[in-house]
Nanobody, 124 residues
Framework: QVQLVESGGGLVQPGGSLTLSCVAS????????MAWYRQSPGKERDLVAA????????HYADPVKGRFTISRDNAKSTLHLQMNILRPEDTALYYC?????????????????WGQGTQVTVSL
């Protein structure tokens, strides 16, 4: 069956770094565009970053531009999110998502596959 399993979350101090990973199985990873989302308590789930099937195009939400980097390894069916200069407001549950079309992420089109999330907490 389709699975997206996130890992790499944890507790980090402000200014620190974390790298999240999402391992996909049960579908052809290279045929899907991928993205990271995050959700804080009481808030909606927001797009953080997206990447096309071949990795040639990326998109970042304004709050993370210049600090986060999305990447993928199609040979390993793995998506990554390198997060630097972390801030307390980055605290959230981070999810990966697979979709057939890159624009699904940009225009909030539902569907595709979701992981269960990994918690990132930025605090002293």
């Amino acid at each position: 069956q389709v699975q997206l399993v996130e890992s790499g979350g944890g507790l980090v101090q402000p200014g620190g770094s974390l790298t999240l990973s999402c391992v996909a199985s049960g579908f052809t990873f290279s045929n899907y565009d991928m993205a990271w989302y995050r959700q804080s308590p009481g808030k909606e789930r927001d797009l953080v970053a997206a990447i096309t099937k071949g990795g040639g195009r990326t998109h970042y939400a304004d709050p993370v531009k210049g600090r986060f980097t999305i990447s993928r390894d199609n040979a390993k069916s793995t998506l990554h999110l390198q997060m630097n200069i972390l801030r307390p407001e980055d605290t959230a549950l981070y999810y990966c998502r697979a979709a057939e079309y890159y624009t699904d992420f940009l225009y909030a089109v539902p569907g595709g596959y979701w992981g269960q999330g990994t918690q990132v907490t930025v605090s002293l």
